[in-house]
């Protein structure tokens, strides 16, 4: 089976748009791996199809992520007579399955659309005329700046899925941390005495210019609780969208979910394609949209997890709306040992979306001492601002005296006077 690597360029031309189907697909494809998959073919040969698929996976991608999306793309484009009517399906609108039938393995539109750039996207028939379009899917300006401030526990199908998409616009910092090692600095500083001696050795030993160094920076790491219970999972969704973005963004990010179980979820968020990965944690997690035990669960983080994914100089941001029935005297310790266990505690409270919030309910008034700032996170406006938060690092003046100091609950006001929850 060597001989049609001695034929006129059929089998490279196919391996060279195998793998720019790869690239338009989303992943880092270069040409220094084109010509090592090439030279390995001609050493190898092509006794059976899972050796072409073994030198290729072993010369194309790096990473364990990429896997998946390259095992979809070799199936379907070495596959023989199928592949083409497999390739044009992942182009057509999908349609629901049958209730007790097994659904199909989750595939990736994007190597349809790699494979067929030029094929007009589906169309799907226009509505009735009394059922007006509520978004725009070209997203015009006004458009796109409604849309940021819509909350995302009343966004449509189709708003839910553009905001994802502008989600992966929003620019990301992170704050600078200083590390012990040394980089090479263009101005005046600390001397870099072997970088000085290094350079007198190539000028005749003569001292031209003194070498200056600097230290490393590198963004601080950051760990993620959510919270996955009944009332937060639609916020909750979104913010794993918002942290897979910060781990893509080059951020060290550990994440975790809660409900009635502490899940670590860190691995599933690496996968490449933000959309997979939420579904892959949908999936994994048992608890999703369940009860809440905040306090048990944050006990266990203290004890099993902080020591091992939780640096002195972590940010942590916290994502409840802290409506928790657990003892507030619990409560208070674990979030008051957590507190102690990193740099600071960024609070990401979605009830701050209603104007008159106070902190009523026990829970929230176990928990707020113990956060550094309590901040929205139900629209895509107030999710740029906790970007901003993250770039800014650590201000003393943070948002949570201006709760600290409410009085408390009267009773004569009734209870539908807090916006708290039960106290």
């Not at 199908?157 to 502008?166: H, M, S």
């Not at 600095?185 to 350079?199: E, I, M």
């Not at 210019?209 to 219970?229: E, F, G, K, T």
Request: glycine share 6%; with cysteine; net charge positive.
């Amino acid at each position: 089976m060597h001989a049609p690597l001695t034929s006129p360029g059929r089998l490279a031309a196919n391996v060279v748009h195998f793998a720019r189907v790869l690239r338009t697909a989303g992943l880092p494809v270069g040409t220094d791996r084109i010509e090592l998959a090439l030279q390995a073919l001609r050493v190898t040969g092509l006794e059976s199809r899972t050796d072409l698929h073994d030198v290729l996976v072993a010369c194309l991608i790096d990473r364990i992520e990429h896997r998946l999306l390259f095992d979809q793309a070799f199936e379907l484009f070495w596959r023989n007579p199928e592949v083409m009517a497999r390739l044009h399906a992942l182009l057509l609108p999908q349609v629901r399955v049958k209730e007790g039938a097994r659904p199909p393995p989750p595939q990736n539109r994007r190597l349809g659309v790699a494979l067929f750039p030029h094929m007009p996207a589906p169309t799907t028939p226009p509505p009735p005329e009394r059922v007006p379009l509520e978004l725009d899917a070209r997203l015009t300006w006004s458009d796109r700046e409604q849309l940021r401030k819509v909350d995302f526990e009343t966004m449509s199908t189709d708003e839910w899925a553009a905001a994802r998409k502008l989600l992966a616009e929003l620019p990301l910092a992170f704050e600078p941390m200083r590390t012990r090692r040394m980089r090479a600095a263009p101005h005046a500083g600390r001397p870099d005495w072997r970088a000085t001696l290094r350079a007198m050795a190539r000028q005749g030993g003569q001292l031209w210019s003194v070498r200056w160094q600097a230290p490393r920076m590198r963004p601080a790491p950051l760990v993620v609780l959510a919270d996955i219970s009944g009332s937060m999972s639609r916020y909750s969704r979104m913010l794993l969208h918002f942290a897979h973005a910060l781990g893509r963004a080059g951020a060290h990010v550990e994440s975790f979910t809660f409900g009635t179980r502490l899940s670590r979820i860190s691995r599933l968020l690496r996968h490449a394609d933000p959309d997979l990965a939420v579904q892959q944690v949908v999936r994994a997690v048992d608890d999703w949209s369940g009860g809440t035990r905040l306090a048990a669960c944050l006990r266990e983080f203290n004890r099993r997890w902080a020591r091992r994914v939780l640096p002195a100089h972590a940010t942590v941001l916290l994502i409840t709306d802290g409506l928790a029935h657990d003892d507030a005297d619990a409560l208070a310790e674990q979030m008051q040992q957590l507190r102690r266990s990193c740099q600071r505690v960024l609070w990401l409270n979605p009830l701050l979306r209603f104007e008159h919030f106070e902190p009523r309910a026990a829970g929230v008034r176990a928990m707020l001492p113990h956060v550094d700032r309590m901040v929205a996170a139900h629209t895509l406006d107030s999710l740029a601002d906790l970007a901003q938060t993250l770039a800014a690092g650590l201000n003393p003046t943070h948002s949570r005296a201006r709760y600290a100091t409410q009085p408390a609950p009267d009773p004569a006001r009734g209870p539908g006077a807090s916006l708290g929850g039960p106290a």
